[in-house]
């Protein structure tokens, strides 16, 4: 591996709407078998962003750690690491959403749009139409995170969907190396982003999954993530 983990504390942030408890079963078993150290913060709805990076602040106090997450929680923790590169031994980017500005971005538009039906609908309501237009297993992930983030679930999601995310010219600046994962099929996490964030990195591999494989056993993401980084 490019990188040696051993000992390494790993914090894992969460995507947008999903929770600490989705992270650590997508990164526990890959990052434990490298013989790190996982820290997976619950999201703090009321103040997602904030909360993510005094959760990275609290982690690095006692030393350089590996950086990492999920969509939302993979930008966060990425700009983190271009802010401080010599705490940051390793990035781990799951499902990079976007680039840059979140205006047009398909994973933005859709917490905008989760955002306005929760406001306006309510909870159950919201997560009933969630369910029709979701696979079962984001469904039942997504219910459950939903509620356990209700009711500042809208304040965090319109967070997300304003976070203006690494641009390439600040990704050829990353001294950590990058191990990230994207699916093939998931049209709000598109493969076009990860191919971007890897190709303006320095140090940057890519591995890809399905959105059947991570419903079948989300720890193939963490796995994916993983195995990039052994690939450089």
Do not use: K
């Not at 983990?5 to 078998?33: E, I, K, W």
């Not at 933005?108 to 306006?120: H, P, T």
């Amino acid at each position: 591996m490019a990188v040696d983990l051993r000992g390494v504390t790993a914090v894992l942030l969460p995507g947008t709407g999903s929770d600490d408890d989705y992270v650590y079963r997508a990164f526990a078993a890959a990052l434990h078998d490298a013989g790190a150290v996982v820290v997976t913060p619950a999201p703090q709805p009321d103040r997602l962003i904030d909360g993510y990076v005094a959760d990275l602040d609290s982690a690095a106090r006692t030393g350089p750690i590996a950086v990492g997450g999920v969509s939302i929680g993979a930008a966060v923790a990425t700009h983190w690491a271009l802010s401080h590169p010599s705490l940051a031994v390793a990035v781990l980017a799951a499902l990079p959403a976007w680039s840059g500005s979140p205006q047009s971005a398909p994973a933005a538009q859709a917490a905008r749009y989760s955002a306005d039906v929760l406001r306006r609908d309510g909870l159950v309501s919201a997560t009933a139409q969630m369910r029709a237009s979701s696979p079962p297993w984001l469904a039942d992930e997504l219910t459950r995170s939903w509620l356990g983030q209700w009711p500042a679930l809208p304040d965090a999601m319109d967070a997300a969907s304003r976070y203006v995310a690494p641009t390439c010219t600040e990704l050829e600046t990353l001294a950590a190396p990058m191990g990230v994962a994207a699916a093939v099929d998931d049209p709000v996490h598109p493969l076009e982003v990860a191919l971007e964030w890897v190709a303006a990195a320095p140090r940057a591999a890519l591995r890809t999954v399905t959105l059947d494989e991570m419903g079948a056993d989300p720890s193939v993401l963490g796995a994916a993530c993983v195995a990039a980084l052994n690939d450089l």
